[in-house]
């Protein structure tokens, strides 16, 4: 069984006043296509997915 670790995502911070959405987007296509080419059977994802417990809708549709 192959499992990929990762951690800490903090989808939907802002640096600087500037939004990240599309480097999130790019992150998540990118991890996308990791899983896919090696195979990997599981994703552990430890620590924050988001970087608030309320996240906004552009942060939650990235990841649902």
């Known amino acids: ?6 951690s800490d995502w903090h989808l939907g911070r802002t640096l600087c006043g500037r939004r990240r959405h599309e480097e999130f ?3 998540l296509e990118w991890l996308a296509g990791i899983i896919e080419a090696h195979a990997i059977d599981a994703l552990l994802v430890a620590g924050d997915l988001f970087d608030t417990s309320t996240p906004g809708n552009p942060a939650q549709a990235l990841y649902y």
């Open 1 to 6: 069984m192959k499992i990929l670790h990762t």
């Open 25 to 27: 987007a790019a992150f």
